[in-house]
């Protein structure tokens, strides 16, 4: 007995977990932002309970209100940029402007193009949140734990983009040679 998978099933497979991830991210983004307004506006000590647990966080707003709203906003940035880079390769299922028999298209090219610029917009942005941890442990402030922050891994984010700005121009060059050989026929 052979169990056959077609594309078509493995696109729908993928189709739900973007759907899952991209509602998650949402959620995540939300968090953070919400926590962030409650512990700034209503209740100081919801820092506490902050997004995870994070005990990190507390001890910044006790040190400086000021400190904890740039860290939590970059955290949100982070969060919305990834969850619009799932918004995309959700859109694209939704759209339905994949089209496999000719696979090479300026959509294409476009929807690479901004899942490139998402991840090197995070990838920066968690950069810039792992600098500024780093800045506030110089101050007197204990070191962040950059994952329970999900500011980690700014350098795979970066290496992403590269590969998809390289998949990018691949594509630009296969619309090309597909053009030439539609011109000859």
Same mark, same amino acid.
Not at 126 to 135: E, F
């Given at each position: 007995?052979?169990i ?65 709203l ?5 955290m ?17 299922? %939704?759209?339905?402007? *994949?089209? &496999?028999? $000719?696979?090479?298209? /300026? ?6 193009? @901004? ?45 992403? %983009?590269?590969?998809? *700005?390289? &998949?990018? $121009?691949?594509?630009? /060059? ?6 030439? @050989?539609?011109?000859?026929?």
């Amino acid at each position: 007995m052979e169990i056959k998978i077609t594309t078509t099933q493995i696109l729908k497979v993928l189709q739900v977990l973007s759907w899952i991830i991209f509602i998650g991210l949402c959620i995540e983004a939300g968090g953070i932002a919400v926590n962030t307004a409650i512990t700034l506006f209503i209740h100081p000590h919801g820092a506490k309970n902050f997004w995870e647990g994070s005990d990190y966080l507390s001890k910044l707003y006790a040190f400086d209100h000021g400190y904890f709203l740039v860290i939590t906003l970059i955290m949100t940035v982070v969060a919305v940029l990834k969850a619009m880079l799932f918004y995309l390769i959700v859109r694209l299922f %939704a759209d339905k402007k *994949l089209n &496999i028999s $000719q696979p090479f298209s /300026r959509c294409l090219r476009k929807f690479i193009l @901004n899942l490139s610029y998402f991840s090197l917009g995070v990838g920066f942005m968690a950069h810039l949140g792992y600098k500024y941890a780093l800045w506030l442990s110089q101050h007197g402030l204990e070191k962040a734990d950059l994952q329970a922050l999900r500011l980690g891994g700014a350098d795979v984010w970066i290496f992403l %983009a590269v590969i998809l *700005l390289v &998949i990018a $121009q691949l594509v630009k /060059r296969g619309i090309e040679i597909q053009n030439e @050989n539609d011109l000859t026929i």
